[in-house]
């Protein structure tokens, strides 16, 4: 009896184990990001944002899931600037602030640098090229002298 009860053990774990490999092995769509390039709206003087995906570009990944992008704001002025918003126009892919390791509004001091990693989704269908994002900043930040 105990043969037998291994033996279900042995092949349902194998039959898992299958199905996970066939699962990463279909032909899902995929999309193949060459870089990110990064737009910045509103008043940012002093302030400077810079922008990069945690694996190297390019890359391919497959439709229908997410990227990690790290986003370094640092305020070299004398007054807080506001990261708003950070969204994206390249067709098929989206953000969602669901999806931010932090909230935003995210208010970054004077002398101060903040780190925000956001979560990119990809399109349902295939895709190679750039990912565009925007950062919308309010605020208003004069370089000290």
């Given at each position: 009896m105990k043969a037998i009860y291994s033996t279900v053990i042995v092949v349902v774990i194998t039959l898992l184990f299958i199905f996970a490999v066939y699962q990463n092995f279909t032909a899902a769509p995929s999309v193949q990001v060459t870089s990110l390039k990064l737009n910045v709206e509103g008043p940012e003087d002093g302030?400077?944002?810079?922008?990069?995906?945690?694996?190297?570009?390019?890359?391919?990944?497959?439709?229908?899931?997410?990227?990690?992008?790290?986003?370094?704001?640092?305020n070299y002025g004398n007054k807080t600037v506001s990261v708003d918003t950070i969204t994206t126009n390249t067709k098929g892919f989206s953000i969602s602030s669901t999806y931010?390791?932090?909230?935003?509004?995210?208010?970054?001091?004077?002398?101060?640098?903040?780190?925000?990693?956001?979560?990119?989704?990809?399109?349902?269908?295939s895709y190679s090229g750039p990912v565009n994002l925007t950062v919308v900043l309010s605020g208003r930040s004069k370089i000290a002298d």
């Open positions: 302030l400077t944002v810079s922008e990069k995906p945690l694996v190297s570009t390019p890359f391919r990944i497959k439709s229908l899931s997410f990227f990690g992008v790290e986003m370094n704001f640092t931010f390791s932090e909230s935003l509004p995210l208010s970054v001091s004077p002398g101060q640098t903040k780190t925000l990693y956001v979560a990119v989704e990809t399109p349902s269908t």
